[in-house]
């Protein structure tokens, strides 16, 4: 078989070898590219990287990548997905695409430390308007809404202070003067909140967390209904060059099959320990959407079905930052790091009083992430933690 005239170069990466069709598994396949291949010159030309129908280059995704694009749409009941390196990435694209000179844009002042700091640099490299909202105001927003304002971010809740937003009362100010709601929606992992039926306009999610379930891989994804800003987000994506590996797809698209049953192991053991903490006397406050002493409980009432395993404790006000260190440095199965939603449980303090404009609650708020461990051991672990931060 092998052709005359042809180098042994040539031969290795032309290879005669093709492997039978007919191959069937459950995994999807991973499709590595960057170069796509045409099969003539006519359907080169007609072929647009704004549409999934075919593809076109490997930054706009391979049937990899449209296949978890195609899951992540699913489980929040959008439309359209666009993935990003990360998190972090997904914000940025969303700013970017809808966000020019001279805009105003609302970020609530409990968002992802992160957002608040590109905030900052749009601020002060790119002439935007950026102002940060008590994340409780409700339909109060209405009246911060200027004639510039081309963007409101919400957070529900936001990931350190727990706050749950009126998000219904926003979408609903927010759509009567034109702008565009975006909700970073990671805490609810799409599964315990459904943010296209309260009128959000584009889901953001740092796949990072519960998706990928691993604490292994960053990656996020934008996810909307609407095609036309879908196709403004996909301008923006190609202009960033916001191009994801497709082992780390991979690694989603494995994570995504338990991820319901994994969103649902946290948030039961999350409510126990809650419950827990909110008994002894060292908590002053349990800021767990599903407790009332946590701002907006109500409306996580009205619009969750879940909570999964991210919550933050207020410790009594008499109990200083030494004693609150010495507690979670003695924590032996939570582990001191960031992000959540992967097997291990975690415990991060934080000098909030700092991360916002106004907080004036006292006592420090430390943050639990509840992993997959057995809830009673979890337990046992934090009653050992407090006996030894009263110690010392
Ligand atoms: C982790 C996180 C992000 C960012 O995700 P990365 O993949 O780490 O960049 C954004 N928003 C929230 C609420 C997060 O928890």
């Not at 970017?96 to 590109?118: C, Q, W």
């Not at 601020?123 to 909202?133: D, L, T, W």
């Not at 100010?173 to 959000?200: C, M, Q, R, Y």
């Not at 948030?267 to 419950?275: E, G, L, P, V």
Request: proline share 4%.
């Amino acid at each position: 078989m092998k052709k005359r005239n042809q180098g042994p170069n040539t031969s290795l990466v032309h290879p005669e070898f093709k492997a039978p069709d007919g191959f069937s598994a459950f995994p999807t396949a991973i499709h590595h590219a960057s170069t796509v291949l045409f099969k003539d010159v006519a359907s080169m030309r007609s072929r647009s990287w704004h549409n999934k129908s075919a593809y076109t280059y490997g930054l706009h995704g391979t049937p990899t990548s449209f296949t978890l694009e195609g899951q992540l749409a699913a489980i929040e009941g959008g439309q359209h997905c666009v993935l990003a390196p990360s998190g972090l990435a997904a914000i940025t694209l969303v700013s970017m695409t809808f966000l020019r000179s001279g805009d105003d844009v609302l970020i609530p002042d409990n968002a992802y430390g992160p957002n608040k700091e590109l905030g900052e640099w749009l601020k002060q490299s790119f002439g935007i308007s950026v102002r940060y909202y008590a994340p409780m105001v409700g339909a109060g927003i209405s009246e911060l809404i200027q004639t510039n304002t081309k963007l409101i971010w919400v957070e529900a809740p936001g990931s350190v202070s727990m706050e749950v937003p009126d998000l219904r009362a926003i979408c609903e100010a927010a759509h009567a003067k034109n702008v565009v709601v975006a909700l970073d929606n990671t805490w609810s992992a799409g599964i315990a909140l459904k943010p296209f039926e309260f009128g959000v306009d584009v889901s953001m999610q740092a796949l990072t967390k519960y998706q990928s379930g691993g604490s292994d891989v960053l990656m996020g994804a934008v996810i909307t209904r609407d095609t036309e800003l879908n196709n403004r987000i996909l301008t923006t994506h190609m202009r960033l060059g916001l191009g994801v590996g497709m082992d780390d797809v991979y690694l989603v698209l494995r994570g995504l099959q338990t991820m319901k049953l994994r969103f649902d192991a946290h948030d039961s053991s999350a409510r126990k320990i809650a419950a827990w903490l909110k008994q002894r006397p060292e908590i002053s406050k349990v800021l767990h959407p599903a407790w009332e002493d946590c701002p907006g409980h109500e409306f996580w009432k009205r619009d969750f079905t879940g909570a999964g395993g991210l919550f933050s404790v207020i410790f009594s006000e008499d109990i200083p930052e030494a004693m609150t260190d010495r507690f979670v440095n003695s924590l032996e199965l939570f582990k001191i790091g960031f992000s959540w939603g992967g097997t291990h449980s975690l415990c991060v303090p934080y000098r909030i009083e700092k991360m916002r404009e106004n907080w004036s609650q006292k006592g420090i708020l430390v943050r639990f992430n509840i992993g997959l461990e057995d809830t009673d051991d979890l337990i046992a672990d934090i009653e050992q933690a407090l006996t030894k931060m009263r110690e010392a």
